[in-house]
């Protein structure tokens, strides 16, 4: 069976447990007979057939997972994985999601970088400073994340990279308009809450903990696509990773994330 194929297949079998809700346990075993994707290239070659599948309004923007040295030993990865926002997954600030068949039940807040200009693959690398000069408007997002895989924990990065990276629901905050270019974002704190029917508690998060600086993971994910000759084009977005340990939330939860002079973003999760 060619690799384009089983991709094809691959993202078939993915897409149909993320609109059912229903966990899958392993690839069928036609899938797994054919050869199932089974390395990081492999992985993002179904996640760009999910992609074509799902979504006729295209990809929005891109998402890190795995941001830090925690979170990588959690779901046992070697580094960072990217992955595609899909245009109807994204919510606007104060948005209510539904928690149907989300078995990570997190929220993570994060910085999200607009590109103002494409940022096409090439064969050298690009510095951070080029890469930053791409950028036109900063904002502020909580990703939902959430996997197709019953044992996500130990799915391994093929599998997870295939899954679009755990992407699952966003909401895209405010754009800052604040001069954020001054500041440094690895040392910018950020505080949340969360408020349910009967409990409330708060996290503190810093920049540094997405890869030591939010702009560093806005870096690796254009190399990173650029090794894979993927583009970045203008106007998409890229949400850079959790800035704190994941927020737990359940049904009837509120979330709160407060960047400070950055502003905020929220949202409500239902049953």
């Not at 996290?203 to 190399?223: C, E, I, K, S």
Request: net charge negative.
């Amino acid at each position: 069976m060619p690799s384009s194929v089983r991709s094809e297949q691959a993202a078939q079998v993915l897409l149909a447990h993320w609109h059912s809700g229903q966990p899958l346990m392993a690839w069928p075993a036609e899938l797994q007979a054919a050869g199932a994707p089974v390395d990081r290239v492999q992985g993002y070659a179904v996640q760009a057939a999910l992609a074509r599948q799902a979504s006729p309004k295209s990809v929005a923007g891109w998402k890190i997972a795995a941001t830090s040295e925690a979170g990588q030993r959690h779901i046992g990865v070697s580094g960072p994985l990217a992955g595609r926002v899909l245009a109807e997954r994204v919510h606007p600030d104060g948005a209510s999601l539904s928690m149907q068949a989300n078995r990570m039940a997190v929220a993570e807040p994060e910085f999200v970088f607009r590109l103002g200009v494409d940022l096409p693959p090439r064969a050298t690398a690009y510095a951070q400073d080029e890469v930053m000069a791409a950028v036109d408007a900063l904002f502020l997002g909580l990703e939902v994340p959430n996997s197709r895989w019953a044992d996500f924990v130990h799915a391994g990065e093929a599998k997870l990279i295939a899954d679009n990276a755990c992407a699952h629901e966003f909401v895209l905050g405010p754009q800052v308009s604040a001069d954020w270019r001054a500041l440094d974002l690895s040392q910018h704190a950020v505080q949340a809450q969360v408020v349910g029917a009967s409990r409330r508690y708060e996290r503190a998060g810093l920049g540094a903990n997405v890869l030591g600086d939010p702009r560093r993971a806005l870096t690796w994910l254009v190399q990173e696509l650029s090794s894979l000759g993927v583009p970045l084009a203008a106007g998409q977005f890229v949400t850079t990773g959790t800035c704190m340990p994941p927020l737990e939330i359940v049904a009837g939860d509120e979330v709160l994330a407060d960047f400070g002079v950055l502003g905020q973003v929220r949202a409500r999760f239902t049953d």
